[in-house]
């Protein structure tokens, strides 16, 4: 033992602070609103919470320098202890209570505690100028830390298990925070949403650990922890689960069903089409949330399942082919739904959803590193841009309304201001927020040579710059509103906290985005060692760090995805800048075009009709009405009883009128059937 | 703390109906002397008093003493006969029956406790008919002798026919023949089942011995000692398969349990769904598997087909009722198709996550059943559509509710995750494909629970009558932490646990001839059967 090993060990044994933190904090919340019934002072309530994930940021932020610095490569490991454990053998299912810290989990951990940090500054400003109700504050904050907790375990956890615990995590968080309205029949509604399909996500990913786990116990090396399961999933290759004969037979490969469970939960936890809805529901809680949900939380541990298992991706092609095209279809269908909404909040709903498309594009493609890079800056940018319409949207009464809003770029230049920086930066105008980012990815498509998907994409980005640009000048720009409030009043700027934790993020996002160009940039300038996040997250995550395009070539892609995405704002200049919102469309097709567009294919309709109201129909006719009612209340039962009377008692039935005799008698049949059993049995046992 | 001593499950088991029938004897006699009969409080003190004693006793003087690192069965006590062959009692306990004799007698006294406001008018009757079911209950999870078990069982009937006879309600007639035609079918199989193994037992062994193990003092053989042919397994098993789901209750024997719930005051329906249910799987576990484990293995897909096909069944019935307490009926419906699944693979993880299973989801159905029963007092129904918004005026029983829900749903940190999860990786072994069918019914049991909770306690107040509830008071409270401690520390925490099933599992593959022991203990090794059934390793 020297002194380097206390050290390691010493800094090791403080990253389960990292989540505890925050986890305890939510914990210590819930028990003082439903147990103890105690009502705190919100500033006493804030101080604690953000305590919390100010001492999680700062040990996260501390573990990037300590992975930096130290020679050796590799994650560092805390191990709380022994856990869950059960089983003999080869199939011993065993997980410790252990976290884990890799450039990976150290990056996201930071992101997320720096982006709640932000954001809890701006729940203080909120509070100061008595926004929230004192004892809405109280479970608000109790909800953001679980959100932040649960985000933390899920990125430090060292098995599949643990991972399982911070993900449903989330989404139960995720739930709360969609129906923290707990009167409004459509806050309770949306819960309901997020909770059925969080769940289908969970059940994705459960049943990826499980046949994970399975496989590995049926190759001899049954394990859950990600060193162990990246060592050993090479044994899966090449085996597979049958397919009932009467579904067609034929098998899966166990590596291609582990790749689209994981798929399916981050499909589920990203908002993708086909289930995209969920998200444009889970948006009506606080502000504050809503920012945390899109940026730090909910959406990046639907992107970092992937990145978590990215190298056994590369294993299940025709899964992460599915990725990519759910990708490229959300790009295009959330970019379009998020372009013609009129409410403010599924605008970002539905911009949030076509910026993870882009992510999972990058990782179906195999571009692991620049699809973490692209989230992080999505992060930041995204937090941002939420944050400043929450200022709108506060203002404004709990105003949505896009037709409502207008001019009000005049009454609030900082606000306009700050919405216009980061909504370039979610836009990714050069040199800020996801420019670099979405460079590298169309570099990225590029070089895969795929028409399609590049289209797809290069249109995602102009309709998405079209989106956000339309937003922001329906809301600012223009002269008034084209529907007038009657008690219409001017708009004001936010002081104090709110504009420090804005500033703060703004910053961030524009920071962020510009740390870590692709090494192309790098050759440009002259510098060694430009893509450093690239760089530091390769050690984890499987692929190339950068593209393979050079040249040209990568001009021209650069070119086109800056030319789409000022495109999509010019567009939405010409059509909105002078005017703002001026109707809807007359030609009957381009109105109809609009509403598909608006309610996002009507999938959450489709699948109330086609699925739920369907199965609901079936369990009331055919199980409540006939199985459960006539077939087994009147045949078996009575039925049986009847015949039972009928055959054996039918002169006791005029001495006693009361039908526990007959079904007394069904007991007495059945004792005489075994009697005369136990006959035959004692015969053949005797001889 | 060690004041074990040899006989203390027959305390346990004996304390509740002694207790209960003296206090039937001292009315007797105060009747027929003419006397004024004792009062109910007197009663009910009694009966709450002699309900957390056994707890108590079960607690400190089994639950702590019961070493985990024991195999085969701890704290064995003999009442009767001397001699193997005659009729006497043989209890004991190994690691799940510690579990359920643990969750049976703590729910006894809340049984008692949560239905004060609904028996005022029979008292006495009540904690009669409470602190026989008990005894008989816990007789019937400790019994290690199927004499001992029938008696048991046949005597955990006669409680619950009375009462709801007696004090049903609408039709009880209807709802007690119902109950008593499924039961006695049971009844009946049982009673089938022990003389065709007393016959062979005399046949084979000399004597018509049941025990299922032999206590270090005496010599003879067991049950387990017998060779049974595989047709007579097989017409064996089914029989007692079929006379032991009857009260799991297995689709599609399942027709009694709903009215059985919707007319049971709130402390009946708790002991209906959990220790009743558990006598169920209790004789599935001891008797059933290791007595015919031939038999037994055959049956694996089609009992784990039935079992998944049961949770489908129940969550869709349920997903369409109207009345909380049937809802909740379908619920434990399902569950225990669920249990029966993980029953049905036969190997250690399935097996031990089926006993956590029922462990878990009995808690939290009891656990909702309070609730229902707290909502019930309030408002006088228990109709979905009375309710609305409920959040609001009675947050705490709100937040207990979801819990529950959601450990029954299965979340991570709640008890019922750590059952479903070795459910399904037991499952795994047997058939991927099955696994996976698992986990889709597993999606469609959550939907409906979480319309009842969406329904009841989200969205406006619509009804002026749900505006001035009053929130649960400090015995509802108290008596919901009760249960909700120990889902939230199985949650977090489940190797406790897992470490005292996980040896009983393993005791009943060996018996089964399924699995190797680590560690061979002189009653392990009397009650396993001989070497040449003995397959170690995987199971095929």
């Known amino acids: ?687 | 703390m060690n004041f074990q001593f040899d006989h203390i499950l027959l305390v346990v088991v004996a304390l509740p109906a002694s207790v209960a029938l003296l206090l039937v004897a001292i009315g007797l006699a105060q009747g027929f002397t003419g006397l004024p009969q004792l009062p109910e409080r007197v009663w009910k003190a009694a009966g709450l008093a002699v309900g957390f004693a056994t707890f108590a006793i079960s607690l400190f003087g089994i639950a702590l003493p019961f070493d985990p690192e024991t195999l085969g069965y701890q704290f064995v006590a003999t009442l009767g006969g001397t001699l193997s062959h005659e009729p006497r009692l043989l209890l004991g306990v190994d690691g799940i029956g510690l579990c359920f004799l643990l969750s049976t007698a703590g729910l006894a006294p809340l049984a008692i406790l949560s239905s004060r406001a609904e028996t005022e008018e029979s008292v006495r009757s009540w904690i009669f008919v409470v602190l026989m079911l008990e005894s008989s209950l816990l007789g019937a999870i400790t019994s290690l002798n199927l004499y001992g078990f029938l008696f048991f069982w046949a005597q955990s009937l006669l409680p619950i026919l009375h009462w709801l006879g007696r004090w049903g309600g609408e039709g009880r007639a209807r709802i007690a023949t119902r109950v008593w035609a499924t039961e006695s079918v049971g009844l009946a199989g049982l009673l089938f089942v022990v003389f065709a193994l007393s016959e062979m037992s005399d046949a084979q062994l000399g004597q018509a011995s049941l025990d299922l193990i032999r206590p270090i003092s005496e010599s003879g053989g067991t049950l387990l000692d017998l060779r049974i042919g595989l047709a007579d397994q097989r017409m064996l098993f089914a029989i007692l398969t079929v006379a032991l789901v009857t009260r799991l209750p297995l689709v599609p024997l399942h027709f009694w349990l709903p009215q059985a719930h919707a007319s049971s005051p709130t402390g009946l329906s708790i002991l209906l769904a959990t220790g009743f249910v558990q006598t169920a799987a209790i004789g599935l576990l001891r008797f059933a598997l290791p007595l015919f484990p031939e038999a037994a293995f055959e049956a694996r897909p089609f009992l784990a087909t039935i079992g998944i096909a049961a949770l489908a069944y129940a969550s869709l019935v349920a997903l369409v009722q109207k009345e909380l307490k049937r809802l909740l009926a379908y619920t434990s419906v399902g569950y225990a198709g669920f249990a029966m699944f993980g029953i049905a693979t036969m190997n250690d993880q399935g097996l031990t996550g089926a006993v956590v299973q029922l462990l878990t989801h009995g808690l939290a159905t009891a656990g909702l059943f309070m609730l229902i029963g707290a909502l019930a007092k309030r408002r006088g129904t228990t109709e979905v559509v009375a309710f609305g918004g409920l959040a609001r005026p009675m947050p705490v029983c709100a937040a207990f509710f979801g819990l529950m829900v959601f450990s029954l749903m299965g979340f991570p940190l709640l008890g019922g995750f750590i059952g479903d999860l070795f459910v399904l990786l037991g499952s795994l072994d047997l058939s991927r494909e099955l696994a996976i069918a698992a986990l889709a019914s597993m999606g469609i049991a959550a939907s409906y629970l979480l319309w009842v909770q969406r329904r009841v306690f989200f969205g406006p107040v619509d009804e002026p009558a749900n505006r001035g509830l009053i929130d649960l008071d400090r015995i509802e409270r108290a008596m919901l932490l009760t249960v909700a401690i120990p889902i939230l520390l199985i949650g977090v925490y489940p190797n406790p646990l897992l470490r005292r099933i996980e040896p009983a599992v393993l005791e009943i593959l060996h018996q089964m001839g399924r699995a190797s022991l680590p560690i061979d203990t002189p009653a392990s090794a009397s009650a396993g059967p001989s070497p040449g059934r003995l397959a170690p390793g995987e199971p095929g």
């Open chain 1, 1 to 687: 033992m020297n002194v380097v090993d206390w050290d390691e060990g010493l800094t090791a044994s403080l990253i389960r602070w990292i989540a505890l933190l925050p986890l305890l904090s939510a914990l210590a919340h819930a028990a003082m609103i439903g147990i103890l019934r105690t009502q705190l002072a919100p500033r006493v309530i804030w101080l604690f919470s953000i305590a919390a994930v100010a001492v999680s940021f700062v040990l996260s932020a501390a573990s990037i320098f300590d992975l930096v610095g130290s020679e050796v490569a590799g994650p560092l490991v805390d191990r709380v202890g022994p856990w869950v454990g059960g089983g003999v053998g080869v199939r011993n299912f065993s997980a410790d209570l252990s976290l884990r810290l890799d450039p990976l989990s150290a990056v996201c951990c930071v992101v997320v505690t720096s982006i709640a940090l932000a954001i809890y500054l701006y729940v203080y400003g909120r509070i100061q100028n008595g926004a929230l109700p004192a004892d809405q504050v109280h479970r608000l904050f109790a909800l953001l830390d679980l959100l932040v907790g649960s985000t933390l375990v899920l990125l430090l956890a060292d098995n599949l298990l643990l991972f399982f615990f911070g993900w449903t995590g989330i989404g139960v968080a995720t739930q709360l925070v969609s129906s923290f309205d707990i009167e409004s029949k459509r806050a309770s509604r949306a819960g309901a949403t997020t909770f059925v399909l969080g769940r289908v996500g969970d059940l994705g990913l459960l049943a990826a650990i499980l046949l994970l786990f399975d496989g590995l116990a049926r190759a001899g090396a049954p394990t859950l922890s990600f060193q162990g399961v990246e060592l050993s999933f090479r044994l899966l290759e090449g085996s597979q689960v049958e397919i009932p004969r009467f579904l067609g037979g034929g098998g899966f490969a166990v590596l291609e069903l582990v790749g689209g469970g994981l798929a399916v939960a981050a499909m589920t936890k990203c908002a993708q089409v086909p289930v995209h809805f969920w998200l444009a529901g889970a948006s009506r809680g606080p502000m504050s949330a809503t920012a945390l949900i899109h940026s730090a939380t909910t959406v990046v541990a639907g992107s970092y399942v992937l990145l978590r298992c990215s190298f056994l991706l590369g294993h299940a092609p025709f899964s992460m082919s599915v990725l990519t095209g759910v990708g490229a279809v959300t790009v295009l269908v959330a970019g379009l739904a998020a372009a013609t909404q009129l409410d403010l909040l599924r605008v970002i709903a539905y911009s949030t959803s076509a910026g993870l498309g882009f992510v999972l594009i990058g990782i179906g493609l195999g571009a692991y590193s620049t699809a973490a890079y692209l989230l992080l800056c999505h992060a930041f940018a995204k937090a941002c841009w939420v944050l400043v319409l929450g200022i709108v949207h506060a203002d404004r009464r709990g105003e949505t309304d896009l037709r409502r809003m207008g001019g009000l770029a005049r009454s609030m230049r900082w606000t306009h201001a700050m919405a216009a920086l980061a909504g370039l930066a979610v836009i990714g105008v050069p040199p800020i927020g996801n420019f670099f980012a979405f460079e590298e990815l169309t570099a990225a498509i590029v070089s895969t040579g795929r028409p399609a998907l590049l289209a797809a994409s290069l249109i995602g980005i102009a309709v998405l710059a079209f989106a956000l640009a339309r937003a922001h000048l329906l809301i600012f720009w223009g002269r008034r509103p084209l529907i007038e409030e009657p008690d219409a009043r001017p708009g004001q700027d936010p002081a104090g906290l709110i504009q420090y934790s804005l500033t703060l993020l703004a910053i961030m996002a524009i920071s962020v985005g510009m740390l870590s160009p692709s090494q192309f940039w790098g050759a440009l300038f002259g510098i060694q060692q430009m893509d450093t996040i690239g760089a530091f997250l390769s050690q984890t995550l499987a692929g190339a760090p950068d593209p393979m395009l050079d040249g040209a070539l990568r001009w021209q892609s650069i070119g086109v995805c800056v030319g789409c995405a000022f495109a999509g704002i010019g567009w939405a200049v010409f059509r909105f800048g002078r005017k703002g919102y001026r109707g809807e469309f007359e030609q009957p097709a381009l109105g109809t075009a609009t509403e598909l567009l608006r309610e996002a294919l009507f999938v959450e309709q489709a699948i109330d009709r086609v699925l739920v109201r369907p199965l609901r129909g079936f369990s009331r006719l055919l199980l409540a009405g006939v199985v459960e009612a006539r077939i087994l209340d009147r045949v078996v039962v009575s039925g049986g009883a009847g015949v039972a009377r009928r055959m054996v008692w039918s002169g006791l039935r005029r001495l006693q009128n009361g039908r526990v005799q007959s079904y007394a008698m069904l007991g007495v049949i059945a004792l005489l059937l075994s009697v005369a059993w136990l006959g035959h049995l004692a015969g053949a046992s005797a001889r």
